[in-house]
């Protein structure tokens, strides 16, 4: 099953839709597509200030350049991020190591160039660099280092957005990762560990063809806000071959034939400014599916599947928050949960992944964010060939970290991993100590 008996009718449909609908949108006044990683900030941040240290980011205005190109509708994100991580005990070997991760991000904002409402232009680039501790000493099944992955420059997002009605309908078309818009919240990304960072990693161990940063295909995403506090979200997207996502691979493969099927998913959320229970402090409730299409795998070397779907649940509430706290400030306890029911052909069919946020609980550091973490996969009970030795076991990993928002633009994410039951048994227990460090320029 290729995309293009999806995404051809499609085109015609959103383009039929977006010059039918009524020009009732707002501005956007930021965001790129990747989550905290491609925050872009309004021109109003970039007004240079009396303190270098008070900036928005490193490069502050560019003298009045970046001022006057965002007001003028096209805004720049460029950031840099650093995972340092060694295992001083356990694993296959001992070792250190370094990962990099550099993004670019540009953002057309079609309404201040040319009055077009709700219509924007995205794109996205990485150049990703270093060698993974997980991969050349640990050999765990959760890398420890949240941007090994991909390791070249390559081109990400790629796609035309419109919003509809004041931001209440949104399609975005073109190249897209799906874990920009399912299965992701905020404090995933205040982990080191890929086991959660982004988006927790279970979805992409069972054949359902699930994309995501750094690698991009084509798609169509809608969301809908279906009542007040609840939307539904919907995206149709191409499977990527494995050469589309070779380590030497740029993102730049734009066929719609050289796929490896269709992936859908859906996922509906229920965000409650005062919570459940009338709390007085904002939740978020997600349910969602994700289903592929796929070229015939096996987990096992014995039987092939070309089909696979996964389900997945994802809670979170505040619970305290300081006096005078913003909505994102406070204590945050989350959970999410993945489950794949046929466990014939999905390799971790049982997922989950829980922690607690505390971002503005310290006196006079508003904006760090202290966090603990766990996730937990279990094997599949069907595993064999060259995995046959997990078959059955799990591996888990626990976090705890501390990320010092030095300033605006820099940040200091000190953290400590142990790796349980390490690739399923194989290899010792494994204690983590590691830092990230992030700029944005």
């Known amino acids: 099953m290729k995309l293009s008996a999806f995404i051809l009718p499609l085109i015609c449909v959103v383009g039929a839709q977006a010059a039918d609908a009524p020009d009732t949108t707002t501005p956007k006044e930021k965001r790129f597509s990747h989550g905290q990683h491609d925050a872009a900030s309004h021109a109003v941040h970039y007004q ?11 490069t502050g205005n560019w003298f009045g350049a970046r001022c006057w190109l965002c007001d003028n509708g096209v805004d720049f994100n460029f950031n840099y991020s650093s995972d340092l991580a060694g295992n001083p005990v356990g694993g296959k070997s001992r ?36 060698n993974s501790l997980s991969v050349e000493h640990i050999d765990n099944e959760f890398n420890v280092q949240q941007n090994y992955g991909g390791q070249n420059l390559r081109l990400y997002s790629m796609f035309v957005e419109r919003d509809f009605d004041e931001g209440r309908f949104q399609i975005k078309l073109g190249r897209l990762g799906a874990g920009d818009d ?14 959660i960072d982004g988006n927790p990693v279970g979805v992409f161990r069972n054949n359902t063809g699930f994309s995501a940063y750094p690698n991009a295909t084509w798609g ?30 740029h993102g730049t493969g734009f066929s719609f034939t050289n796929g490896d099927g269709v992936n859908v998913n859906a996922q509906l959320t229920y965000g409650p400014s005062k919570g459940v229970f009338d709390m007085g402090m904002p939740g978020s409730y997600s349910v969602g599916v994700s289903a592929g299409w796929v070229a015939p795998y096996s987990i096992n070397d014995t039987n092939y599947y070309t089909q696979n779907t996964q389900v997945w649940v994802m809670l979170e509430q505040m619970v305290w928050q300081p006096e005078g706290a913003r909505a994102d400030q406070g204590v945050l306890p989350w ?30 550091r508003p904006d760090d964010i202290p966090g603990i973490g766990f996730s937990y996969g279990g094997y599949s009970n069907q595993l064999g060939g060259d995995k046959a030795a997990q078959r059955g076991s799990y591996e888990a990993m626990f976090e705890v970290n501390y990320k010092w928002q030095v300033n605006r ?20 227990d494994a204690l983590v100590l590691g830092a990230q460090i992030g700029v944005v320029f």
Do not use: C
Request: net charge negative.
């Open 95 to 130: 070792g250190f190591s370094n990962t990099g991760s550099t993004n670019l991000g540009m953002m057309l904002d079609f309404e201040r160039m040319i009055g077009w409402k709700g219509w924007h232009f995205m794109t996205t680039a990485v150049w990703r660099y270093g």
């Open 182 to 195: 399912f299965l992701s919240r905020p404090q995933y990304w205040n982990y080191m560990s890929n086991a």
């Open 335 to 364: 959970f999410v949960f993945i489950y794949a029911p046929m466990e014939d052909r999905s390799e971790m069919p049982w997922f989950a992944a829980a922690g607690v946020s505390f971002k503005g609980v310290i006196p006079d």
């Open 220 to 249: 169509v995403f809608g969301k809908a806000q279906v009542a007040d506090e609840w939307n539904l979200a919907v995206g149709v997207y191409e499977i990527l071959d494995d050469a589309q996502t070779a380590m030497d691979a």
């Open 48 to 58: 240079t200030q009396d303190n270098w240290n008070d900036q928005e980011t490193f």
């Open 409 to 428: 633009w820099f940040y200091i994410l000190p953290n400590v991993q142990y790796i349980l039951n390490t690739k399923g048994g194989v290899h010792p």
